[in-house]
């Protein structure tokens, strides 16, 4: 049984004994009626509390959408990928494909993270190393700008060179 059960069966008991300590009729039943009184009282706060504990983390009917806000800052200016002036449009990408060339054995590593497979000792420390080369790379490659205009050579060729000057200088 639980608490309000016992709590009912207490308070119906200990009032009814009370309640034969009265000798006067009139008076045992106005303290009878105060004790009924009491406990719908005390049920009704009791199963309040109850109800809200139980629905206070319930999401409620939704509503109607609001009004709309204000409008907020500008944003910054996008990423272009269609003008020849604009650099070079996706860095990692560009990255991640010159060192599948350089290095064979990440075409695979790459392979099983994308499976979602175990990697061994030596292909944790081979895709660690590559992985700082490609945390030095794309911040070189994000503000790089073509250095000659006159040049033929693209800005996607001029950079792969540097990637292969840095790999170089830093894989010796």
Do not use: H
């Not at 790089?144 to 001029?158: F, H």
Request: proline residues 3%; aromatic residues 12%; negative net charge.
């Amino acid at each position: 049984m639980n608490f309000w059960t016992w709590f009912s069966i207490f308070y119906v008991f200990a009032a009814v004994t009370i309640a034969q300590l009265f000798i006067d009729e009139n008076l045992r039943l106005v303290f009878l009626m105060i004790m009924f009184l009491l406990y719908v009282s005390i049920y009704n706060v009791y199963f309040s509390i109850k109800y809200y504990i139980k629905i206070r983390n319930e999401p409620g009917i939704r509503g109607d959408r609001g009004d709309p806000g204000d409008f907020g800052q500008d944003g910054t200016d996008g990423v272009c990928a269609m003008a020849k002036s604009c650099g070079i449009a996706s860095c990692r990408k560009l990255i991640v494909d010159e060192l599948k060339k350089k290095f064979p054995e990440y075409v695979i590593i790459r392979k099983k993270l994308s499976k979602s497979e175990e990697l061994n000792p030596l292909e944790k420390k081979q895709n660690q190393q590559i992985n700082s080369y490609i945390d030095i790379l794309i911040p070189q490659c994000e503000i790089y700008e073509k250095s000659n205009a006159n040049s033929e050579q693209s800005v996607v060729d001029e950079f792969r060179t540097i990637i292969d000057t840095t790999i170089n200088d830093l894989n010796p």
